[in-house]
């Protein structure tokens, strides 16, 4: 019988809240590893829908890696670097000491498949590799909609994903590129990581964005998460233009008004989402090829500036309000495994597991 080891994992059990759990791990089996955490990203998009419970219950988990469901309570979160400790048989892709990303749940120890953990280059800084996950996201964007030599470029919010996107059009050929963004710190981190512009939507208007471009968009990126910037967007995007939603908005509805701009301008409206890669794209790109382009694209993009706050991994509650209370000093929130301490108890208000502060990067 495989030997039992102990890990623990961090759940929500109710909107705003978390916990840790303890569970028993078995031993790898065939075609799996088992990896040790020593980093992990809290998703500031999807994963704070889920913490604020802003999914509908009903939805299906659809990374095999996740456990419960949106009704609560949910081990949720997919951005975890960690290493190799252990082999099953026949796994020949991986071996002990590999730095490994893998799309898992914040948890200290786990066992997965050989092939859904990524192999990174060894000296590849940890602020780097908890990425991975994101710039595939930002990656698949631009190939959903590719940006042409000398095109203007808008890319609405500037959180982790918002800002990866505008560093990937400016890499792609973007001639101009203007971010809009409520948070003055992300701001001027856009402008100091290549906008041109960046713009506070509050007293914006569609005039505004094609000023600051010099012309309508022909590409509007919308990453805010906020179902109203859409219709800045439609009203920003110049005639034949494209607009990616990158957002999912769970449960939050999105009014729009359809009318003379969008239909008479030909304006494309369409989804990008990172579980697919676009059909004509079939005969040229696969999911490995885009794994291989994001590795590279982590030793090659400045995402160590992207890191705001590291928290241990014991306060994890600290982590979560962090990013849902204090936005305006928040850019990503990593959490950090050191060695194991008895299980704490946790609550999103109040109960907070531990007392060590984060450590805050310029």
Known sequence: MAE??????????????????DEALPAPRQ???????????????????VYRGQIPPGTTLDLPSLA????????????SVGSVVETGAGVTSLAVGDLVFCLHPHQTVYVVPAELAWRLPPDLPLDRAVFAANVETALNALLDAPI????????IGQGTVGLLIGLLARRNGAGRLAVVEPIERRR?????????AALDPASLS?????????????VVFEASGNPAALQLALDAVADEGTILVCSWYGTKPASLNLGERFHRGRIRLRSTQVGRIAPELSARWDYARRRAAVIDLLGALPLDRLVSHHF???????????????PA????????????????????????????PPRLLA
């Open 68 to 79: 419960g469901s949106f009704a609560f309570p949910i081990k949720y979160g997919y951005a």
């Open 188 to 196: 001027e981190l856009a402008r100091s990581l290549g906008a041109d």
């Open 4 to 21: 039992a080891r102990a890990a623990r994992a961090i759940w929500f059990t109710a909107p705003g809240t978390v916990a840790f759990r």
């Open 329 to 356: 000093e928040t850019l990503q929130v990593v959490l950090t495994y050191g060695p194991s301490k008895p299980p704490l108890p946790l609550g999103g208000r109040g109960e907070p597991g531990g007392q060590s």
């Open 312 to 326: 241990a991994f014991e306060d994890a509650a600290g982590a979560y309000q962090q990013v849902a209370e204090r």
């Open 31 to 49: 075609g799996e590893v088992r990896v040790v955490a020593r980093q992990s990203a809290i998703s500031h998009g999807t994963e704070m829908l």
């Open 206 to 218: 569609p005039t505004d964005l094609a000023d600051a471009l010099g012309g309508r968009p022909d």
């Open 148 to 155: 042409r030599l000398a095109e203007r470029v808008a890319v």
